[in-house]
Nanobody, 123 residues
């Protein structure tokens, strides 16, 4: 069992940065793959990036590659999403998720989800 809690969201101007955190509980945190997804109003939940238990990373190349960076600190049971050069189209609720598959880009491939944190980017 893994419980996840996101934090770090907020309102920022375009071009600025935010770092999201996702704190996990459970002794198995270091053995699961972690992913970040986002969901804008009226849209489906979209894959952003993922990181494996051995720190391999995968990104949604179409929207965030080169601007977002995922990392994890297993000693702190935490995964991070560093978001730079934010754009208004990055506005969404951001969710972290944990699963046993990597690389995994589909929501159905993740077993555990956080409650989400709102990111709003103003122009």
């Amino acid at each position: 069992q893994v419980q996840l809690v996101e934090s770090g969201g907020g309102l920022v101007q375009a071009g600025n940065s935010l770092r999201l955190s996702c704190a996990g509980s459970g002794r198995t945190f270091s053995t699961v793959a972690m992913g970040w997804f986002r969901q804008a109003p009226g849209k489906e939940r979209e894959f952003v990036c993922a990181i494996s238990w051995s720190n391999e990373t995968t990104y949604n190349t179409g929207s965030v590659k080169g601007r977002f960076t995922i990392s994890r600190d297993n000693a702190k049971n935490t995964v991070y999403l560093q978001m730079n050069s934010l754009k208004p189209e990055d506005t969404a609720v951001y969710y972290c998720a944990a699963g046993l598959l990597y690389p995994a880009t589909g929501t159905h491939q993740y077993k555990y989800w956080g409650q989400g944190t709102q990111v709003t980017v103003s122009s």
